[in-house]
């Protein structure tokens, strides 16, 4: 009987590098670059414990551009990092130029139309902003805001997500939303946040002025001081067993009742 050959075993390939999400960037020179050019920053993540000087007046630079700085552990740097030559920091950069809030108003105005806004108190999912900004720009909605922290920006995922509805719609990031929701008032524009608990129903809920729509996050919905803040809390009825809806999906209802009343 003829020998086997003793065969080694076939050496495994070597994984493609990962491509850097194209919504990130990696690196003190090309973080600095991009603050050079005013490109924008939504968010940047900085080794937790570092003590570089360097490092800490390119993360000055980054706050003084309105960008979130966030100490981050630098094994989580690791991972987002498909090179590993992150430096110590990384940075979300925005897909779109952000508005301000004093634009969106005066869209409203040149179009003659009573403002109608969406505020988005901690979204998360870039999905559900993304669906939020489509279903906004087709109801003739004039803007969407959202707070810098704890909320997901204009990123790549939700300028796909809103199928190009982010060319379209204005969307301003605000320090503080109840302070936002206070200058709102002053202005005369009534604000609505939904909530299981909203005394007045939606059908009940006049949509026909100025108003501004709050969605709350995916998990805890209107943070307390947005919720105190609103004039109503609208509910949306329920006839199922889930007792809630997706955040973009009550958007939508909402938008489409005031589309509804305005017409």
Same mark, same amino acid.
């Given at each position: 009987?003829?020998? +086997?050959?003793?065969?080694? @075993? ?6 493609? @590098? ?13 973080? $600095? ?9 939504? =968010? ?6 570092? $003590?570089?000087? !360097? ?7 980054? =706050?003084?551009?309105? !960008? ?19 430096? *110590? ?7 779109? /130029?952000?508005?301000?809030? /004093?634009? #969106? ?6 179009? %003659? ?26 109801? *003739?909605?004039? %803007?969407?805001? #959202?707070? =810098? ?14 199928? %190009? ?9 605000? *320090? ?17 946040? $939904? ?13 026909? %002025?100025?108003?501004?729509?709050? #969605? ?22 329920? +006839?199922?067993? #889930? ?21």
């Amino acid at each position: 009987m003829e020998e +086997k050959r003793n065969r080694r @075993p076939a050496r495994p390939r070597d994984p493609e @590098p990962r491509e850097l999400a194209e919504d990130m960037i990696e690196g003190r020179n090309a973080l $600095t670059e991009a603050l050079r050019s005013g490109r924008t920053i939504d =968010k940047v993540f900085v080794a937790a414990g570092e $003590t570089d000087k !360097a490092l800490a007046r390119l993360s000055a630079m980054a =706050k003084e551009a309105g !960008a979130v700085v966030v100490a981050t552990d630098r094994r989580k740097l690791d991972q987002m990092s498909p090179t590993g030559a992150h430096q *110590g920091v990384m940075a979300q950069v925005a897909a779109h /130029e952000y508005a301000t809030v /004093e634009e #969106i108003l005066q869209r409203a105005e040149d179009r %003659g139309e009573a403002p109608l806004l969406v505020l988005c108190d901690e979204l998360s999912d870039p999905h559900n902003l993304g669906a939020i900004l489509r279903t906004a720009e087709c109801a *003739g909605a004039h %803007g969407v805001i #959202i707070p =810098k922290r704890r909320s997901v920006g204009l990123t790549a995922v939700v300028s796909k997500t809103s199928a %190009g509805a982010v060319e379209y719609m204005p969307v301003a990031r605000v *320090g503080n939303l109840a302070n936002t929701i206070r200058d709102l008032k002053q202005r005369g524009i009534w604000i609505y946040g $939904t909530a299981a608990d909203g005394r007045t129903d939606l059908y009940h809920a006049d949509l026909r %002025g100025p108003a501004a729509i709050v #969605i709350g996050s995916e998990g805890q919905g209107m943070s307390r001081l947005v919720a105190e803040s609103c004039d109503v809390l609208v509910s949306i009825p329920m +006839k199922g067993q #889930i007792s809630s809806l997706n955040a973009s999906a009550a958007a939508a209802i909402l938008l489409y009742e005031a589309v509804r009343q305005r017409n």
